[in-house]
């Protein structure tokens, strides 16, 4: 008999205050009809009263007041945390052990953007720092903090979402900043958008195991109408596994199984428009797990809509697929400790040594103790003038020994401040190695 592990995913993102103009120019992308904005208008198509051109139905549905109630600011949303982090809150929605309800942050840095209507923060690891204050304030541990990116568009606004990871410099630099600012690096992955494309999986094919990414699913009526969302636009699975399976992907398709090395699992939306968690879904789950595979049961949200009714709602999605299957085991777990329990993956830990040759002193040497899960470790740096570098390191010997030439054909060694490098191992453990400019270990970090 196997297990569910069940896994909230939220892409945390901080505040979203989008204007009533702004509301009603969705609108008309989603239905074609330009309607005048007003409060009055709005109230209408919730209530379905105004003619959209056959898609009167599914605008009450993604405009509903329930989509529509924003955390517009960062006291909205610790008033949300502050109900939903709490251990009444938690042992609500217990799972088939007692223990209360895990959430995995999956946390985005907006950063470098120059447009931002919705008013997003922008800032490299101001959301990161939000959160990681909140848990430390009140001692909360139980719930972990992953990664979520959005690829930059053209013209750098905030309030949309590219799919270029080669075009989003900040993208590296975020992480960057993550590993030397917060001693912190992923080992799981939200896509911005829901949305991967090859640069993207290549990228994460070097560092991250764990990818959260997969929504395939056999599309609605509904899901087929909304047309900014029609040929894989955004958040394309079209090809990918429709049941629980996890898979690695191919090389050259990051939608179906193959050999590359990071585990893709699946994970649908709660709280939204489009391909959304069903009971049919999470009793496909229960069912694989009594035919005695382990499986991750994975839903993702935002953390700029209340939560509140998403955590209500997939609660009794899980209860009612529960007396359905009352054999099977259901466990509210982190995103990392569900990914390592359904692979059965060792507990082994890995280490990382990093150090200056005492013969060519602007050489670095890193060394690990077992093979690291890519080709190399992530290397982050940061200048004396403030700007932090991802860069990549010549190969010595392949997943356990690399080396870095501080030159001026890469980073002069005397304009040095910090070194952060972060890898992950095949088994999911992570280790965090900051260096000061003249080699002395900053911080030893292993997870």
Known sequence: MGKVYVVHCIDTEGPLNESL????????????????????NLKKIQNGEISLNGYEELAKKVFSIRLMSYNRDW????EMLDRITSESFRKKHADSKGNG?????????????????????????????????????RGMKQDDFQWHAHPMSTYKEAHRCATSYINSP???????????????????????????????HWLLEQYIPFDYGNQSVELTEDDMKQADLSGGRFGDWRRAPSTWEYYHPSHDD???????RRTIFRCLNVGTRIRLMTQAEVDKAFIRARNGEDTILAFCD????????????????????????????????????????????????IKIEAYFDSECRNRLIIKTNIDSFGPQPFL???????????DNFDVQIPNRMWTYTFDADSIRYDDIDKIGIATNSK?????????????NIDVNKKW
């Open 101 to 137: 309800w895990v959430y995995s942050w999956f946390l985005v840095d907006f950063a470098d953007f120059v447009i931002n209507p919705r008013n997003r923060d922008i800032g490299y690891n101001d959301v990161f720092k939000h959160y990681e204050s909140y848990y430390r304030l």
């Open 427 to 439: 088994m999911g453990s992570g280790a965090l190695v900051v260096l000061d400019g003249a080699g």
């Open 21 to 40: 103009e702004a509301t009603f120019q969705r609108i008309k992308n989603l239905t074609g009809v330009d309607v005048f904005p007003s409060k009055e």
């Open 254 to 260: 990051y939608q179906v199984p193959g050999h590359c």
């Open 170 to 200: 900040h993208i590296f630099a975020s992480l960057c900043h993550r590993i030397i600012d917060c001693y912190e690096f992923p080992n799981c992955f939200r896509p911005g958008y829901h949305t991967e494309r090859p640069d993207s």
């Open 302 to 349: 935002h953390d700029f809509r209340d939560m509140t009714y998403d955590v209500e709602d997939a609660y009794q999605l899980i209860k009612s697929s529960s007396e359905k299957y009352p054999d099977v085991e259901w466990i509210n777990s982190k995103s990392r400790d569900a990914a390592c329990a359904v692979l059965n993956l060792s507990k082994e830990e």
């Open 380 to 390: 982050a740096i940061k200048t004396k003038g403030n700007r932090y570098i991802n």
């Open 75 to 78: 006291h909205d949303i610790d």
